[in-house]
């Protein structure tokens, strides 16, 4: 029994490999039913909520920013929120790449061919901490702000939320090794990461794997926060303070801050 097992999962993993070489792994069918359902006519400027969303247009070879500031100055950036999701969650490899248009003013189309934002913006914060002219405060107002310098990282309180860190060991790698690789050892040298098995993974959406990733999440909440030391790309804990009261301290500094601003 264990043989036929062993050897049914040898034969699903080369079938998977050779079919992400071919192709994406997901055609992505059932998940543009589903966006398209939840979603509706919704556009990205009438988001409850400010959001920046990052894309990457890979007809244009650029980085394509769509937030609902964005959506309400150019109407060729008011896309659909269901288009913009299924462009921005197109991963290479895993689902294909997706096409839309929009219409300008006087009736002329914009295309976007897109992939997975992440490919050129996996940090959003810097996309949007950058615009010198355009600030939302948060009692919903907007700002225009004229020659001034980009936001100062002081004025800004980001949240970041991680999907894992490097395990602390030496370097696996070097210029000299990555020198002779050739196309299946970058496929296969691609990092590593703290989470293991099913939990690991960017696919698995069972119910057991949604139980666990919760329960991981909570047991992270009980450990010390932690930063990153851009020195050498570590996580280093700062103090006692849990990531739980880092939170709740956070939530407090929103609040506070919020109310400030409605008195003035």
């Given at each position: 029994?264990?043989?036929?097992?062993?050897?049914?999962?040898?034969?699903?993993?080369?079938?998977?490999?050779?079919?992400?070489?071919?192709?994406?792994?997901?055609?992505?069918?059932?998940?543009?039913?589903?966006?398209?359902?939840?979603?509706?006519?919704?556009?990205?400027?009438?988001?409850?909520?400010?959001?920046?969303?990052?894309?990457?247009?890979?007809?244009?070879?650029?980085?394509?920013?769509?937030?609902?500031?964005?959506?309400?100055?150019?109407?060729?950036?008011?896309?659909?929120?269901?288009?913009?999701?299924?462009?921005?969650?197109?991963?290479?490899?895993?689902?294909?790449?997706?096409?839309?248009?929009?219409?300008?003013?006087?009736?002329?189309?914009?295309?976007?061919?897109?992939?997975?934002?992440?490919?050129?913006?996996?940090?959003?914060?810097?996309?949007?901490?950058?615009?010198?002219?355009?600030?939302?405060?948060?009692?919903g107002k907007i700002q225009v702000?004229?020659?001034?310098?980009?936001?100062?990282?002081?004025?800004?309180?980001?949240?970041?939320?991680?999907?894992?860190?490097?395990?602390?060991?030496?370097?696996?790698?070097?210029?000299?090794?990555?020198?002779?690789?050739?196309?299946?050892?970058?496929?296969?040298?691609?990092?590593?990461?703290?989470?293991?098995?099913?939990?690991?993974?960017?696919?698995?959406?069972?119910?057991?794997?949604?139980?666990?990733?919760?329960?991981?999440?909570?047991?992270?909440?009980?450990?010390?926060?932690?930063?990153?030391?851009?020195?050498?790309?570590?996580?280093?804990?700062v103090g006692e303070v849990t990531?739980?009261?880092?939170?709740?301290?956070?939530a407090e500094q929103l609040s506070?801050?919020?109310?400030?601003?409605?008195?003035?």
């Open positions: 029994m264990n043989l036929i097992r062993i050897g049914n999962n040898l034969i699903n993993t080369v079938t998977s490999f050779f079919g992400a070489v071919t192709g994406p792994k997901y055609d992505g069918k059932h998940l543009r039913t589903l966006v398209k359902d939840l979603l509706g006519n919704t556009t990205v400027n009438q988001t409850l909520t400010d959001v920046v969303i990052p894309t990457f247009d890979i007809k244009r070879l650029q980085p394509v920013i769509f937030s609902t500031d964005a959506g309400n100055e150019d109407v060729s950036k008011n896309a659909l929120l269901s288009d913009i999701c299924l462009g921005t969650s197109a991963a290479p490899t895993y689902l294909p790449a997706y096409y839309f248009e929009t219409k300008y003013e006087n009736g002329q189309t914009r295309s976007y061919d897109l992939i997975d934002g992440g490919v050129a913006a996996n940090n959003p914060v810097n996309s949007n901490s950058h615009n010198p002219h355009l600030q939302r405060t948060l009692d702000c004229v020659d001034i310098k980009p936001m100062e990282s002081r004025n800004m309180l980001v949240l970041s939320l991680g999907t894992g860190v490097p395990k602390q060991e030496e370097p696996k790698y070097n210029a000299a090794a990555a020198s002779k690789w050739g196309l299946l050892n970058w496929v296969f040298h691609n990092g590593r990461h703290t989470l293991t098995g099913d939990a690991a993974s960017l696919d698995i959406a069972t119910k057991e794997n949604m139980q666990r990733l919760v329960q991981i999440g909570n047991e992270l909440l009980k450990k010390p926060m932690s930063r990153v030391n851009l020195e050498t790309g570590r996580f280093e804990v990531n739980e009261e880092a939170l709740i301290r956070f506070e801050e919020r109310k400030r601003r409605k008195v003035q």
